[in-house]
């Protein structure tokens, strides 16, 4: 490759983990560090298809599981495009959520397996790094209350935990455990360092595909 490119990094974990408040933090310091970056985050509400998405995750409309399941997948796909030009451009981007969040809260439900979650998703740009923030439902619950939007509840979040777990076990995608019991500052001083990391490994490499 010519330029160097940029490197994808996701952070992953339940609701109430701190992903959205880890994702800023990291966007800032590598600002600071001069580093071009760019946030996102799946679902994207904006788009058509995700206003679909976030009316049913909010309660207002109903959708049948596996079309829902689709439409989180195909949300992700059309950004692809933009994606791919950035990492190019030699911006990482860092996201909050990707296609692990798809396939633990799908297979969360009942009669949903790993393997038909995965399948929507096979081929997507594949994260050079998922930085799983761990929190115990014990935990996360003294964080305070849930909020209104479908799935959170903390019997299902615990599903949603175990196939996080299920996922973790492969070992074709870069996953870091970092504890998300500690404190803000704590937490991003280790996602940091992880970061910086895989952003000096990714930069020679080429883009991959996800579970291809
Ligand atoms: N979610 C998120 C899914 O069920 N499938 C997906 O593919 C993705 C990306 O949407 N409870 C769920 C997880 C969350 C909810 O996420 C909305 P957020 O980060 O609270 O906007
Ligand atoms: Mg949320």
């Not at 396939?103 to 594949?126: N, Q, R």
């Not at 070992?171 to 000096?200: C, G, P």
């Amino acid at each position: 490759m010519a330029c160097k490119r940029g490197a994808l990094i996701v952070l992953e974990g339940v609701d109430r983990a701190g992903k959205t408040t880890q994702c800023t933090k990291l966007v800032e310091s590598f600002r600071e560090v001069g580093r071009a970056v760019h946030l996102l985050r799946f679902p994207d509400r904006t788009t058509t298809i995700g206003k679909l998405i976030s009316s049913y995750l909010e309660n207002k409309s109903d959708l049948e599981d596996h079309t829902v399941h689709l439409l989180f997948s195909a949300n992700r796909w059309e950004l692809v495009p933009l994606m791919k030009k950035k990492l190019e451009e030699g911006t990482t981007l860092i996201i909050d959520r990707y296609a692990f969040s798809g396939v633990a809260f799908t297979s969360a439900k009942p009669d949903f397996s790993i393997e038909w979650c995965k399948a929507p998703d096979v081929g997507l740009p594949k994260p050079d790094l998922v930085l799983y923030l761990q929190l115990s439902p014990a935990a996360a619950a003294q964080r305070g209350e849930f909020g209104t939007e479908r799935y959170e509840t903390s019997s299902f979040q615990q599903r949603v935990q175990g196939r996080f777990e299920q996922l973790m076990d492969e070992n074709s995608v870069n996953w870091q455990v970092v504890d998300a019991s500690q404190s803000i500052d704590e937490v991003h001083d280790n996602i940091k360092r992880l970061s910086l990391s895989a952003l000096t490994a990714a930069e020679h490499q080429p883009i991959a595909e996800l579970w291809r």
